[in-house]
């Protein structure tokens, strides 16, 4: 498709199970982002990464959350041991950025995995 | 990144241009202004940004004061679907483009 795809839309989980949310960015985009957004609040960054490699990951809350992008073009992220406070939107944003072209263009965002733990 | 001061809400009548603030005092010289805006149930979509001249596109236009201290987001003729969040981020020009997302403000387009 010509935008970000977000699997699943949405995720039901008991607490204390593992969950993988999967995104499939523009192609061409080498730059993938992830966010978590919680009711009323803007999206908070988790992890960036460029190509294959996470170029930054401080946001990522603790290391239940992880996230892999093996061929540098879908990303996968994994919570292990959910918990309730896990709950919520998760978005998935890519931009083109590639390695010789320094300034930053707009990102492109899917259209989320509202994850709920039970 | 710099931080961003947006109003919490505001209201336009259709048809009419929504002017939205946004005030940056910290901003470095380093750093692009961006907006986005969130519609109910949706991802964040650009719409514009800019360095320190004004910029406009098909979607809006973007005036950033000469000590780029503030910006407003224009829209010219707002109509119903202009109805979101509304977010004002400040972000480096190069390296990773990390949003740094407020609370935004929360734009209603009455009929």
């Known amino acids: 498709g010509a935008g970000v795809s977000q699997t699943p839309s949405n995720k039901v989980t008991e607490k204390g199970k593992y969950v993988e949310l999967r995104c499939d960015p523009i192609?061409?985009?080498?730059?993938l982002y992830w966010y978590r957004q919680s009711l009323g609040q803007g999206p908070e960054f988790l992890i960036y990464?460029?190509?294959?490699?996470?170029?930054?990951d401080s946001g990522l809350p603790n290391d239940r959350f992880f996230a892999v992008r093996p061929e540098g073009s879908v990303s996968t992220l994994k919570i292990q041991r959910t918990e309730r406070g896990d709950s919520a939107v998760y978005l998935c944003?890519?931009?083109?950025?590639?390695?010789?072209?320094?300034?930053?263009?707009?990102?492109?965002f899917g259209q989320g995995t509202r994850l709920t733990v039970v | 990144d710099a931080k961003t001061t947006q109003p919490t809400s505001m209201d336009c009548a259709e048809g009419r241009a929504a002017n939205l603030p946004c005030n940056h005092s910290?901003?470095?010289?380093?750093?692009?202004v961006y907006w986005y805006r969130q519609i109910h149930s949706q991802g964040p979509q650009y719409i514009i940004h800019?360095?320190?001249n004004n910029e406009t596109n098909e979607m809006a236009s973007l005036i950033i004061t000469e000590d780029r201290k503030s910006s407003t987001l224009i829209l010219p003729h707002a109509t119903l679907r202009d109805t979101a969040v509304y977010y004002c981020i400040v972000c480096l020009i190069q390296g990773a483009q990390k949003l740094v997302f407020g609370q935004g403000t929360r734009l209603t387009i009455n009929p």
């Open positions: 990464f460029q190509g294959t490699g996470a170029a930054d």
């Open positions: 800019g360095l320190k």
């Open positions: 944003a890519s931009s083109l950025r590639g390695l010789f072209r320094r300034l930053n263009t707009e990102a492109f």
């Open positions: 192609s061409g985009h080498t730059a």
């Open positions: 910290t901003i470095s010289g380093n750093e692009y």
